[in-house]
């Protein structure tokens, strides 16, 4: 098994990039759903997963609820500056799906309500609205690796 990022309606293809390279690195899988806000021919997008992409096992859905028909067993973990859990309060499984909104407005409401008790969120100070998508992405595969001692990875 593996872990998961689930990316709903990207916007910033550096970002979505970014998040490829770090999928390609933990043998993370990572779901895109559509739409996408930039064309995955974009040459930002391949630029910043650099020639990874190759290794990143990628699938896209054109919903989220898409991703949940596909997985009904899996458990997903919702980033938002919303939640009062942090990202270190929880135990991870191998198989869990991470999941982050478009960078501009986050997770659905709908989303969010889906999954009250799987709500996760950074810690930061005041001064800024959010971390960057990809660096909260690589923040939270690292934690769930780091949890289950790094299978497979050296």
Not at 99 to 126: A, N
Request: hydrophobic fraction near 35%.
């Amino acid at each position: 098994m593996a872990f998961h990022i689930v990316l709903v309606e990207p916007e910033i293809p550096a970002n979505t990039g970014n998040i490829s390279r770090t999928c390609a690195a933990t043998g993370t899988h990572l779901h895109l759903v559509r739409p996408l806000g930039f064309d995955t021919d974009d040459r930002t997008l391949k630029r910043a997963g650099l020639d990874y992409w190759h290794s990143v096992k990628l699938e896209y859905h054109d919903s989220f609820e898409e991703v949940k028909q596909k997985y009904p067993e899996a458990r997903f973990f919702c980033a938002t500056t919303k939640a009062t859990k942090r990202y270190s309060d929880f135990e991870f499984r191998d198989g869990d799906f991470f999941v982050f909104g478009k960078e501009t407005k986050g997770l659905s409401k709908e989303i969010l309500d889906m999954h009250p008790d799987t709500l996760i969120r950074m810690p930061m100070s005041d001064n800024v609205r959010s971390l960057n998508l990809s660096n909260t992405a690589a923040i939270m595969v690292y934690e769930a690796l780091r949890q289950v001692d790094f299978p497979g990875l050296e």
